[in-house]
Antibody, heavy 125, light 107 residues
């Protein structure tokens, strides 16, 4: 079964750090790009970060750029998000999501087709 | 960044009704538009990708269409299990952006 399981969330003080992990099973992890997406309490979805299959490309939302670092270990089938200088507005459920791409006649179609159940990060002063 | 504007923000409809949710992109994104369903306390679930392609395993009650920068998700005959929040998302380029969501309730 294709599955993503996040861990590492918790309560942290403003300015603190946290490292989230996402364990992948049931598919060839190294062949897929991956994303982190978050959802603040009662709010919508916000894309946070992206990483290519071999880690050659990464990208971040402006709201986390310079504070968060995405990485992966394909040997361990794991995705990570190192979060530093945490702020109250980083409080959210953090999901990892597989980035599935396919070609049609016009280009490369991306969608997030597999999601974990999420891990909750609470930043408190 | 590309803005995705969804409407309505919420709706209430009866079982069997045809329901339509609209998403408008602030820039041309061709057909790089995905739709997700999220139930309370659960992760989002991919319903439709590339504007009109139904994700494997998703009921054919759901369909997507596009007209220029306007995209539509249609539920042909609303069922109780369709009570959820629906999000559009542009997959054209990062930063990926989502619509603000449409909450669908059953009357």
């Amino acid at each position: 079964e294709v599955q993503l399981v996040e861990s590492g969330g918790g309560l942290v003080q403003t300015g603190g750090s946290l490292r989230l992990s996402c364990a992948a099973t049931g598919f060839m992890f190294s062949s897929y790009e991956m994303n982190w997406v978050r959802q603040a309490p009662g709010k919508g979805l916000e894309w946070v970060s992206y990483i290519s299959g071999r880690s050659s490309m990464t990208d971040y939302a402006d709201s986390v750029k310079g504070r968060f670092t995405i990485s992966r270990d394909n040997a361990k089938n794991s995705l990570y998000l190192q979060m530093n200088s945490l702020r109250g507005e980083d409080t959210a459920v953090y999901y990892c999501a597989r980035d599935f791409g396919s070609y049609d006649s016009t280009g490369y179609l991306r969608r997030m087709d597999v999601w974990g159940k999420g891990t909750t990060v609470t930043v408190s002063s | 960044d590309m803005q995705m504007t969804q409407s309505p923000s919420s709706l209430s409809a009866s079982v069997g009704d045809r329901v339509t949710i609209t998403c408008r992109a602030s820039q041309t994104i061709s057909h790089y538009l995905n739709w997700y369903q999220q139930k309370p306390g659960k992760a989002p679930k991919l319903l439709v990708y590339a504007a009109s392609s139904l994700q494997s395993g998703v009921t054919s009650r759901f369909s997507g269409s596009t007209s220029g920068t306007d995209f539509t998700l249609t539920i042909s005959s609303l069922q109780p299990e369709d009570s959820a929040t629906y999000f559009c998302q542009q997959g054209f380029r990062t930063p990926y952006t989502f619509g603000q969501g449409t909450k669908v309730e059953i009357k």
